[in-house]
């Protein structure tokens, strides 16, 4: 079994910053993927930022340039540092980590960006 343990939502305004961590704990052999998605209100799931265990990253078009993703292996754990919040980022925030062979999501952390 793995737990999820997101933190960092909260209220900031328009221009502010942000910064989202997810630890990952229990019985976990081999996490591959470690990623970030968001929804919004009436709006479906989304990807917004996912990296590899080599590195590799991928970003929603939206996101580019203003989010960064990173992760540190030894502690299972993945970061979302979101700079030039904008109102439109206001969601509820999950995580989400594949091993391969399933895929776990955190509970989420809700991001509300005043105009």
């Known amino acids: 079994q793995v737990q999820l343990v997101e933190s960092g939502g909260g209220l900031v305004q328009a221009g502010g910053s942000l910064r989202l961590s997810c630890a990952a704990s229990g019985t976990i052999f081999s996490i591959n993927v470690m990623g970030w998605y968001r929804q919004a209100p009436g709006k479906q799931r989304e990807l917004v930022a996912a990296?590899?265990?080599?590195?590799?990253?991928n970003y929603a078009d939206s996101v580019k340039g203003r989010f960064t993703i990173s992760r540190d292996n030894a502690k299972n754990t993945v970061y979302l540092q979101m700079n030039s919040l904008k109102p439109e980022d206001t969601a509820v925030y999950y995580c989400?980590?594949?091993?391969?062979?399933?895929?776990?999501w955190g509970k989420g952390t809700l991001v509300t960006v005043s105009s």
């Open positions: 990296i590899t265990k080599g590195g590799s990253t």
């Open positions: 989400k980590v594949s091993t391969g062979v399933m895929n776990y």
